[in-house]
């Protein structure tokens, strides 16, 4: 008995419209799975931007306490950066000095938004309601109870205080209760 096989030489030149469809699916599954990560990205920046300046604030109060002199936060919409400073009261008028260090980095606490990592983040606003008058719009200071006060003159009191930063159409807030300074984020 003879056995005999059959051998087809088959040559595919192209592909089938259904392959074609599956690498179209696939592609579009890949892509729609990464364009929302680069929001989440954004998001996260803005978020990571906005602990930094809240522990800046809360690292400036907790100074404040500890030492019994004053420490403040200047927000910068000019040079677009928070700056933690202790306040010089023995000259007239009071002194920003900017020699307040970081714990942990053991660097001035500067926090330059227009340098990576924040670089896309803006500072957008700094409200503040006082009793009496701040000369100073862009600094507040806390004393040694860890009350807020204008930066000049020291003896107003500040009824509420919020640092405002932006991505885009993102939005975090930063506020600082005006009796216990407490600083919360939304």
């Excluded at 900017?98 to 606003?125: C, H, M, W």
Aim: aromatic share 8%.
């Amino acid at each position: 008995m003879v056995n005999r096989r059959r051998t087809f030489s088959v040559c595919q030149k192209g592909n089938t419209l259904f392959e074609f469809i599956l690498v179209v699916a696939i592609i579009g599954l890949v892509g729609s799975m990464a364009i929302p990560s680069f929001g989440r990205v954004d998001h996260a920046n803005l978020s990571h931007a906005a602990n930094r300046v809240a522990d800046a604030v809360r690292y400036a109060r907790e100074t404040a306490r500890q030492t019994r002199t004053m420490h403040g936060v200047e927000v910068d919409f000019s040079t677009n950066r928070v700056r933690v400073f202790r306040l010089l009261e023995t000259s007239d008028p009071n002194t920003k000095v900017f020699d307040v260090y970081d714990p942990v980095t053991k660097q001035l606490i500067n926090i330059p938004f227009s340098q990576a990592p924040f670089r896309e983040v803006k500072l957008t606003g700094l409200s503040a309601s006082n009793i009496g008058s701040c000369s100073d719009s862009i600094s507040f200071v806390f004393d040694e109870s860890g009350m807020v006060r204008c930066f000049e003159p020291v003896s107003s009191r500040i009824e509420a205080a919020q640092i405002i930063l932006a991505h885009e159409n993102q939005v975090a807030e930063i506020l600082i209760d005006p009796y216990t300074g407490r600083v919360t984020q939304r």
